[in-house]
């Protein structure tokens, strides 16, 4: 292979066993910039110093390449120095919204809802832990046998999770989960992942002050649908956000937004959910928008919502809008206090107005299939009134999902409560008496 085939082969994807090429440029472009003038540049400003640099260095000793092929040895190059490598096109990528890192030579890749693998690979598992490294040492964490798992952040937001040996027995693996670009109800509606009658009852349902938990599988579009909500909040209102890492993106002017902490390398300095939840009940908020509950912090959600803050929103993991709210009843049995799990039921009867169920299809589309009232009351048996749910038909060779969303009676009650808020019942959801289903008293432990 002569040398421009391995130039053009380094700048796509490294070959083992050849000229590092990247390595070796990379080193006399660090060895000729002053790092400590350099760290005063902005990014972009730092890039642009570096490509210039390194072009005179091309330009002076380098070998004979097409403009094709010195551009991509450039970036190759600069994004070893600065970025993550061959990660950085990926990251780059606005159809790409999940990249998944299984050892050094396999990369998958998330677009439009679908796995896909891409040819990008690591030249080594050294270079692969060099950008590991790069990752977690910029939020002051570390990686090694002895702290095998962690999650980070990386500059532009997204979250990082890794896995090394001897845990990962495949060699190391990364995840980076891309924050979802906020959509606006109307373009859920164009993507199918709701229509306008149910629209306009979750509008209906936010300004009306219910409060409404969102709940779906991994990757089901929970924090998108949270977002869209959120928008029919009024402007007027103080908002405060709880997040593991800030995904939601709120147009509203009054918005306090926190965001938990890991612990530092000394194991201390951690700040939970559950911290910050019950932080935000002293800070006057009018709702509370809790990214996703997971533990003891559920309680405190349960009696915020119960207590002055209605219209409150939060997403929770569940495999169907009934077990939504179970999963709240085990959630918070995980506080500290020795709660029955009566008096849990009847926090969740008093509290949770509505939950609305998301999927992801065979296609990839994210879309809701299931919007339930609680019904139940006290200490009652858990009782849902189906509102709307999405009919699908049976998927063909081409897996595309085609169905159509049903509109189901609202109960007295609820259109009721609609109204007295000042809000009109969306068209196709007449307030008769819905069907509900419940779900057997559970026994206390």
Same mark, same amino acid.
């Given at each position: 292979?002569?040398?421009?085939?391995?130039?053009?082969?380094?700048?796509?994807?490294?070959?083992?066993?050849?000229?590092?090429?990247?390595?070796?440029?990379?080193?006399?472009?660090?060895?000729?910039?002053?790092?400590?003038?350099?760290?005063?540049?902005?990014?972009?400003?730092?890039?642009?110093?570096?490509? &210039?640099?390194?072009?005179?260095?091309?330009?002076?000793?380098?070998?004979?390449?097409?403009?094709?092929?010195?551009?991509?040895?450039?970036?190759?190059?600069?994004?070893?120095?600065?970025?993550?490598?061959?990660?950085?096109?990926?990251?780059?990528?606005?159809?790409?919204?999940?990249?998944?890192?299984?050892?050094?030579?396999?990369?998958?890749?998330?677009?439009?809802?679908?796995?896909?693998?891409?040819? #990008?690979?690591?030249?080594?598992?050294?270079?692969?832990?060099?950008?590991?490294?790069?990752?977690?040492?910029?939020?002051?964490?570390?990686?090694?046998?002895?702290?095998?798992?962690?999650?980070?952040?990386?500059?532009?937001?997204?979250?990082?999770?890794?896995?090394?040996?001897?845990?990962?027995?495949?060699?190391?693996?990364?995840?980076?989960?891309?924050?979802?670009?906020?959509?606006?109800?109307?373009?859920?509606?164009?993507? +199918?992942?709701?229509?306008?009658?149910? #629209?306009?009852?979750?509008?209906?349902?936010?300004?009306?002050?219910?409060?409404?938990?969102?709940?779906?599988?991994?990757?089901?579009?929970?924090?998108?649908?949270?977002?869209?909500?959120? #928008?029919?909040?009024?402007?007027?209102?103080?908002?405060?956000?709880?997040?593991?890492?800030?995904?939601?993106?709120?147009?509203?002017?009054?918005?306090?937004?926190?965001?938990?902490?890991?612990?530092?390398?000394?194991?201390?300095?951690?700040?939970?959910? &559950?911290?910050?939840?019950?932080?935000?009940?002293?800070?006057?908020?009018?709702?509370?928008?809790?990214?996703?509950?997971?533990?003891?912090?559920?309680?405190?959600?349960?009696?915020?919502?119960?207590?002055?803050?209605?219209?409150?929103?939060?997403?929770?993991?569940?495999?169907?809008?009934?077990?939504?709210?179970?999963?709240?009843?085990?959630?918070?049995?995980?506080?500290?206090?020795?709660?029955?799990?009566?008096?849990?039921?009847?926090?969740?009867?008093?509290?949770?107005?509505?939950?609305?169920?998301?999927?992801? +299809?065979?296609?990839?589309?994210?879309?809701?299939?299931?919007?339930? #009232?609680?019904?139940?009351?006290?200490?009652?048996?858990?009782?849902?009134?189906?509102?709307?749910?999405?009919?699908?038909?049976?998927?063909?060779?081409?897996?595309?999902?085609?169905?159509?969303?049903?509109?189901?009676?609202?109960?007295?009650?609820?259109?009721?409560?609609?109204?007295?808020?000042?809000?009109?019942?969306?068209?196709?959801?007449?307030?008769?008496?819905?069907?509900?289903?419940?779900?057997?008293?559970?026994?206390?432990?």
């Amino acid at each position: 292979m002569g040398l421009r085939e391995r130039i053009t082969d380094v700048a796509d994807q490294p070959v083992p066993g050849h000229v590092d090429l990247v390595a070796d440029y990379r080193r006399k472009l660090l060895a000729e910039v002053d790092l400590a003038e350099l760290s005063t540049f902005s990014a972009p400003q730092r890039r642009a110093r570096l490509e &210039r640099v390194l072009s005179r260095t091309l330009s002076r000793e380098g070998p004979v390449l097409s403009t094709y092929e010195r551009s991509r040895l450039i970036r190759r190059v600069v994004d070893e120095a600065l970025g993550l490598g061959v990660l950085e096109p990926l990251l780059e990528d606005p159809t790409i919204t999940e990249i998944m890192v299984n050892g050094p030579d396999v990369i998958f890749v998330e677009r439009s809802g679908r796995l896909e693998r891409v040819e #990008a690979r690591f030249p080594s598992v050294d270079q692969l832990y060099q950008t590991i490294d790069r990752i977690v040492s910029a939020v002051n964490r570390r990686v090694d046998e002895s702290s095998p798992m962690v999650d980070a952040r990386l500059p532009t937001g997204e979250r990082v999770n890794v896995i090394v040996p001897p845990l990962s027995l495949s060699g190391p693996a990364m995840t980076i989960r891309r924050f979802p670009r906020p959509y606006s109800i109307d373009e859920l509606v164009a993507l +199918g992942a709701i229509d306008v009658p149910l #629209a306009g009852l979750l509008a209906a349902f936010v300004r009306a002050r219910l409060n409404i938990i969102v709940s779906g599988g991994t990757g089901s579009g929970k924090t998108t649908m949270l977002n869209a909500l959120s #928008a029919f909040i009024p402007a007027r209102e103080r908002i405060v956000t709880i997040e593991d890492a800030a995904e939601l993106s709120l147009q509203q002017e009054h918005v306090i937004r926190l965001e938990s902490r890991p612990p530092n390398i000394e194991g201390r300095g951690q700040v939970t959910i &559950r911290d910050l939840m019950r932080n935000s009940l002293r800070m006057r908020p009018d709702r509370i928008i809790v990214g996703e509950v997971r533990g003891g912090e559920t309680l405190d959600m349960l009696q915020a919502m119960s207590t002055g803050h209605e219209g409150s929103l939060a997403t929770v993991h569940a495999n169907s809008a009934e077990d939504a709210v179970m999963r709240l009843e085990t959630l918070a049995s995980m506080s500290e206090l020795q709660i029955p799990f009566e008096a849990l039921r009847d926090q969740i009867n008093s509290a949770v107005d509505a939950i609305v169920f998301l999927a992801r +299809g065979s296609d990839g589309v994210r879309r809701i299939t299931e919007v339930a #009232a609680v019904t139940s009351a006290r200490r009652e048996a858990f009782q849902l009134t189906t509102l709307a749910d999405f009919d699908q038909e049976p998927v063909g060779p081409d897996r595309t999902v085609q169905g159509h969303f049903r509109h189901l009676p609202l109960p007295a009650a609820l259109a009721e409560r609609l109204l007295r808020a000042g809000e009109r019942v969306p068209p196709g959801f007449p307030s008769l008496p819905g069907e509900h289903r419940s779900f057997p008293r559970r026994e206390p432990r």
